[in-house]
């Protein structure tokens, strides 16, 4: 039995911080899905030719929306596999965060919410309890343990 069947035991309450970067991931989730249906109902409103920028980049939008909410679906059923992907959506959503703060528009305290939600995010799936709750332990803990 590895060591990371040994640490996680489906019957202990999941963490605080667990069930936050869940939510946190699942958040992210569920505002790049309004964004993306924003983005194809105003391509699919208007005529000109950046409509359909607009809608290829609503569609992507879109699709993207499904990486966050898998992970967060993951975290709360504590599969370890789920914290690589929520890790990268955070990491991508600094420098989109930086952007709009360059922005000078309505757009920068919308980079100032994304900044600090992926910060938590980030800080919450590397804490120690949730590494535990997902079963990962420091590299070569396994050999250690063998």
């Known amino acids: 039995m590895s060591s990371a069947e040994q640490t996680t035991n489906p019957d202990d309450p999941r963490p605080p911080r667990l069930t936050a ?48 909410l898998i992970a967060a679906r993951g975290l709360l059923n504590r599969r370890s596999w789920s914290r690589g992907p929520a890790i990268v959506i955070q990491l991508l959503a600094l420098p989109v965060a930086w952007q709009l703060l360059q922005v000078d528009s309505v757009l920068i305290p919308g980079g100032i919410v994304l900044a600090v939600v992926a910060v938590t995010t980030l800080v919450l799936l590397l804490s120690p309890a949730t590494t535990r709750a997902l079963g990962i332990g420091p590299r070569g803990a396994d050999a250690d343990a063998a």
Do not use: F, H, K, Q
């Open 21 to 68: 970067a869940a939510a946190l991931a699942a958040l992210e989730g569920l505002a790049l899905i309004v964004l993306g249906v924003y983005m194809v109902v105003v391509g699919l409103v208007d005529e000109s030719t950046a409509a359909r920028s607009a809608v290829t980049g609503g569609l992507t939008m879109l699709a993207l929306a499904v990486i966050p």
